[in-house]
């Protein structure tokens, strides 16, 4: 298969919710761990992996109450360390392909997750989408409406 196209796996990463960024959660990490030992192995030149971040707006302003705002000055910088954050969290995704010899690519979007990679995965089309799952249970995941299967739901279209 010389020549082929390497195969294309999106991997959706957030932050942990213990430790803040820059560091990466649990089940980012070892949705990693599991798509390296259990799809890529030893075949690092076959694959492709696409890191997205989604990073969702504060709408109620309570993280940020400590600070003022009284310039537009003042917003364009918490812009700029919320994207600076975001980009430390995806260099450690990185850093760990280019040790190992696989390609990638990652980037920061903002907006609802859900939404968000519905939208990447209908436009980049990769061959495969993997995100953690929290160590959920299939009741838990049908109580909370966890993130993989909201995307299942609304990624895939059934064609007769």
């Excluded at 971040?53 to 309570?62: A, I």
């Excluded at 310039?71 to 700029?80: I, M």
């Excluded at 995100?131 to 995307?151: A, D, E, T």
Aim: aromatic share 10%.
């Amino acid at each position: 298969m010389a020549g082929a196209a390497p195969t294309r796996v999106l991997m959706g990463v957030n932050e942990s919710t213990i430790k803040g960024y820059p560091h990466a959660s649990i089940s980012s990490r070892k949705a990693f761990e599991w798509t390296l030992d259990k799809i890529v192995r030893s075949n690092t030149s076959g694959f492709k992996l696409l890191f997205l971040h989604v990073q969702v707006p504060d709408e109620d302003g309570f993280d940020d109450m400590d600070s003022m705002y009284a310039s537009p000055e003042d917003f364009k910088n918490l812009k700029h360390r919320d994207r600076a954050r975001g980009a430390h969290l995806l260099e450690f995704f990185v850093e760990r392909c280019h040790a190992i010899g696989v390609a990638c690519e990652a980037w920061i979007k903002k907006g609802d997750p859900k939404e968000v990679i519905c939208h990447e995965v209908k436009r980049l089309q990769p061959d495969l989408l993997v995100v953690g799952c929290r160590g959920l249970g299939p009741f838990q995941r049908y109580i909370l409406k966890c993130l993989h299967s909201w995307c299942f739901f609304h990624i895939f279209s059934v064609t007769t």
